[in-house]
């Protein structure tokens, strides 16, 4: 059972440059969600999606930027990469209340 | 502003004890509570979940309270076992029609279970 998968799990960036966070589901859910997880701190909304080409601002949205243009995807795009991205991002996807989450992409900014 | 909070980092509890973690929220529009589990390297997974239409939930091992004049919810574990030695995070949602299902989360609570 696959889930919610998150590519990669780890990656290291030097400032200012840009990446994409990968987070495919195969439940057929039409929520999904990009948090953060800074040590310490409880799970942060930085961008949620309600369906296929609809997205919207969360918590914490500056600094990065979404698509959702099928079901299954929703990448979480990091334009000019800061040290204060550094952080734990998790994708995450729900059919209702009960959201199933990746295991985690561990990122830091140098 | 906080809208949901845990206020003990960390809990520490011998094996076959109660494990019993807090919850407190502000926003009177949650309706639907949940907590989840996490282990290091790994995402969070769902554990138990409580309607506001309800007090108390069991699933097992597991019970959560839910106080909505107090606003506060409890995670009860009985008996406890290493292996539910965690990061518990408490959650809180509402259906907001656009916005869908929004979690917000508590900073979570560390629990080790002594053997």
């Known amino acids: 059972n696959a889930g919610v998968t998150q590519t990669p799990k780890f990656r290291i960036l030097k400032i200012g440059q840009s990446m994409t966070l990968q987070c495919t589901q195969d439940m057929n859910h039409n929520y999904m969600y990009w948090y953060r997880q800074d040590p310490g701190m409880g799970l942060k909304l930085i961008y949620y999606?309600?369906?296929?080409?609809?997205?919207d601002k969360g918590e914490v949205p500056n600094g990065y930027n979404v698509s959702r243009s099928t079901t299954e995807d929703f990448p979480l795009r990091l334009e000019l990469a800061a040290p204060s991205q550094t952080s734990v991002y998790f994708c995450a996807s729900s059919g209702g209340f009960e959201a199933f989450f990746g295991q985690g992409t561990r990122l830091t900014v140098v | 502003d906080q809208q949901v909070k845990q206020n003990s980092p960390s809990l520490s509890v011998q094996e076959g004890r109660i494990s019993i973690l807090n919850c407190d929220y502000t926003?009177?529009?949650?309706?639907?509570f949940l907590w989840y589990k996490k282990y290091p390297a790994e995402g969070p997974t769902f554990l138990i979940s409580i309607s506001s239409i309800k007090d108390k939930n069991e699933d097992g091992r597991f019970t959560v309270f839910l106080n909505k004049s107090a606003k506060h919810l409890s995670l009860h574990i009985v008996p406890s076992q290493p292996g539910d030695s965690a990061v518990y995070f408490c959650?809180?949602?509402?259906?907001?029609?656009?916005?869908?299902?929004?979690?917000?989360f508590g900073k979570g609570t560390k629990l080790s279970v002594i053997p």
């Open positions: 926003n009177s529009m949650f309706d639907y």
């Open positions: 999606s309600v369906g296929a080409g609809i997205t």
């Open positions: 959650a809180a949602t509402f259906y907001s029609g656009a916005g869908s299902y929004q979690l917000t």
